[in-house]
């Protein structure tokens, strides 16, 4: 994730320990993947519990944006940061492979704003518990709230695997109620260049930080 | 004092490890084996005489860190010698 945004913005970002209290104003944060603590207990339970999500709560309270990808999107949910549930692939699989996500029609946001509503990003996922789950009531206040950002999609009609972990309704990635928090399962970074078997990630990591930095 | 804390999911939740168990115990026979769900077992030791005072602290306990209480039930009972 480092590398990635060094790319897109030619600065390395700043990096956070998670038993830090004191963190600067930042332009964005961004929680990456990485089965933090070994995923015991939960996955991201233990992290989120950790001193440095004060201070991401704060970033949060003032209006600032944040990232989740994989696990940093795990994180965020178990520090309830955004709502619902990760919960074990369907199918029992780790699933390590490109998956292909439309961007969703979603409230104002610093993430997609630049892309358009429908289009398709094709951005792999590497994970064992990426099961996006949401009780019904909670699943109708998200489309309400046009929380829903991101959602796996198939590319032939007859495809059957596009959703590589059986999540409600295919969503692969949502929002915070006012849109500048965004969780997802998908890596971008793992999408930038041709050795990667593609760009999109680079795509979609580039329109984030034009819209936040400009 | 010991306490034991049983995790389970609540219902409704898809559980594939207990649904993967159910079609084996299905193949090795146990055809009248309709449903399996899954849990996690977590025992604490916790350093205190009053039992309600036990129980209060484990329920504290599983509201904030050991149970996803989104997706999970859980319950508390004191192991006795």
């Known amino acids: 994730m480092i590398v990635a945004i060094r790319k897109i913005t030619g600065k390395t970002p700043i990096k956070i320990w998670h038993k830090e209290y004191d963190i600067p104003n930042l332009d964005l944060i961004v929680i990456p993947g990485g089965f933090t603590f070994g995923d015991y207990l939960r ?57 292909t996500l439309e961007v969703q029609s979603c409230i104002e946001n610093p993430f997609l704003s630049g892309l358009k509503i429908g289009e398709c990003l ?31 999609i198939k590319q032939k009609d007859n495809e059957k695997n596009y959703n590589p972990n059986g999540s409600t309704e295919d969503i692969a990635g949502i929002l915070s109620k006012n849109g500048k928090v965004l969780g997802m399962m998908p890596h971008p970074e793992r999408a930038m260049n041709y050795l990667h078997g593609g760009t999109d990630g680079l795509k979609f990591l580039t329109n984030c930080v034009e819209q936040i930095i400009g | 004092m010991k306490v034991i804390v049983n995790v389970s999911l609540k219902e ?23 449903d399996v769900r899954t849990g996690k077992q977590i ?19 599983c509201e904030e860190l050991l149970v996803n209480t989104v997706i999970q039930n859980y319950e508390i009972n004191i192991l006795k010698d």
């Open chain 1, 43 to 99: 996955c991201g339970a233990l992290a989120a519990r950790s001193p440095v999500i004060t201070s991401i709560k704060n970033h949060i309270s003032r209006g600032g944006t944040v990232l989740g990808v994989c696990n940093g999107f795990q994180i965020l949910i178990e520090a309830k940061i955004l709502p619902g549930s990760l919960i074990r692939n369907k199918k029992l699989l780790f699933t390590c492979r490109e998956t």
């Open chain 1, 122 to 152: 094709k951005i792999p996922v590497a994970h064992n518990e990426g099961n996006y789950f949401a009780p019904e009531d909670l699943l109708k206040q998200l489309k309400e709230e046009g929380r829903i950002a991101l959602k796996y």
């Open chain 2, 12 to 34: 409704g939740v898809l559980d594939p490890e207990g649904q993967a168990i159910k079609s084996s115990l299905n193949n090795l026979g146990f055809e009248h084996c309709s």
């Open chain 2, 43 to 61: 025992i604490l030791n916790l350093d205190q005489k009053s039992e309600t005072e036990v129980i209060k602290q484990a329920k504290k306990m």
